[in-house]
């Protein structure tokens, strides 16, 4: 177990995580419990690839610290905060539950959330945008299966890397940004999400789907990705002025123990 500090929580109005991946063995449930004990907020969204059921149908694993995520985060929406779900292609089998209310639980397919500061922010996904995915499902699923095995080395990895006192690392992040092709590959998916938001007259963009968080601006279009809980453990954050930023856990985490808890200074928008 990772060890608890006792700083107040960070007051936020939005947070939004994406690509958890519960019920697979690379999931980083230990940090994003750690995260959330940190955090309150008035609206949660859980933007896709929360529970991993591609990986739970070839291997069923489902330790007690992937249910405590979800017990967490349900206990958040009892006490006030409203969480909104966002099916990804992981768990594609909630998409026909768009719509559903459960008390402060909704399903939506995507969803429009205004900003504090008035902006409109459009939620998804985003593996529409994924032509691998749109045109050929089995090849997607094949190409999972890899990317699985190197997701699953990272806690290994990572176990060795703190018993050096080194910081958190990915292999699959370190050799998708080596490789040419993926990195047009995502520059191409952040165009065409960031075009799918300009079509719908919305001033932001919200998705995740790639395990890369980014924020840019894209032709007058505010694009973000909040990256994963798997391999680089971010989170995108409006606070209580509408000021959008992204938080790496790993890095913030060790500057929670020795000082109050603050927002990063680095990029917002």
Known sequence: MLERTTPPPLRLRTVFISDIHLGFKGCSAELLLDFLH?????????????????????????????????????????????????????????????????GNLEIHREYIHRGADGRRMLVLHGDEFDSVVK?????AKLGSNIY??????????????????????????????????????????????????????VDTVVCGHIHRAEMRDINGILYCNDGDWVESCTSLVEDLNGQLRLIDWPKLREQVAMAPMALPVGQAA
């Open 135 to 139: 045109c050929s499902p089995w090849l």
């Open 148 to 201: 699985d095995m190197l997701l699953a080395a990272n806690p290994y990895i990572n176990w060795v890397r703190r018993l050096l006192d080194l910081p958190h690392w990915s292999l699959s992040s370190y050799l998708k940004n080596k490789a040419k092709t993926a990195v047009q590959y995502i520059g191409s998916f952040e165009d065409a999400v960031a075009q799918a938001a300009r079509k719908r007259g």
């Open 38 to 102: 940190h955090v309150e907020m008035d609206s949660l969204f859980l933007v896709g690839d929360i529970i991993d059921v591609w990986s739970m149908k070839r291997t069923m694993y489902w330790p007690q610290s992937h249910n405590n995520v979800l017990r967490t985060i349900l206990g958040k929406a009892k006490r006030g905060t409203k969480v909104i779900f966002v099916p990804g292609n992981h768990d594609e089998v909630f998409r026909e539950f768009d719509g559903a209310v459960f």
